[in-house]
């Protein structure tokens, strides 16, 4: 069977509600992570796929919808990535479920539903990166997932432990949240090497994706 004509019959079978094993590949993927997305969202990067693996376990992940490129060479010519993590967030909590599942470990299953809290708090308060230098991009939104985060684990009361361990730091991401959004932003306007493509230098990208010395010495201190 041809790849459309399988892509076709899947369709038919997910449209009438039936379970459907499919081996079309990255077709079915690509479908599911990138086009469905990009139609109802405007763009994959927001969405989580979910794939059971048949011995257990599972694949988390979200789509790219072709968009990488050009916010590589954004990043590069202008310091401002506006990728958004939205995706990779949520893939994050059914992941930590499965290890509170699996490992019979319930702080995972705290850092689960807390991350699930403080990605609805990022959606509620509009925290998704801005197309344009200048504008709050990636690095802001990891900032505002981190301070969400922090406060959800600060606030829960099923592990007093975890609790104590992030009340410290969720007050200090609060208090410094407008300097922190100021060196976010006054890293961005300038080109920049990040010495590589596919393969950039690990401490060169890094550095540049942690312009923040307020929350980097936040978060070390963690």
Known sequence: MAPDDAMRFTLERVRAGHDTIAIT?????????DLFPI??????????????LLKGGGLFETGAGGSA???????IEED???WDSLGEYC?????????????????????ANSLDQAIGMYLEQGKS?????????????AFYIALYWAKALAA???????????????????????????????????????????????GVTEKQMRPSTTLNHIINNL
């Open 25 to 33: 590949g990255n077709v079915l993927r690509d479908y599911l992570t």
């Open 39 to 52: 139609l109802e969202l405007g763009t994959s990067s927001r969405m989580l796929s979910i794939v059971p």
């Open 69 to 75: 490129p050009k916010h590589v060479q954004q990043f």
């Open 80 to 82: 401002h990535l506006r």
């Open 91 to 111: 893939a994050l909590v059914p992941a930590l479920e499965l290890v509170a599942q699996t490992d019979n470990n319930p702080k995972a299953s705290i850092f």
């Open 129 to 141: 990166p801005s197309r344009k230098v200048k504008g709050p991009d990636n690095r802001g939104s």
């Open 156 to 202: 829960q009361t099923e592990d007093e432990i975890v609790a104590k361990a992030f009340e410290q730091t969720a007050r200090r991401l609060e208090e410094n949240e407008s300097k922190i959004n100021e060196e976010l932003l006054a890293a961005q306007g300038s080109p920049l090497d990040i010495r590589g493509y596919f393969l950039p230098e690990p």
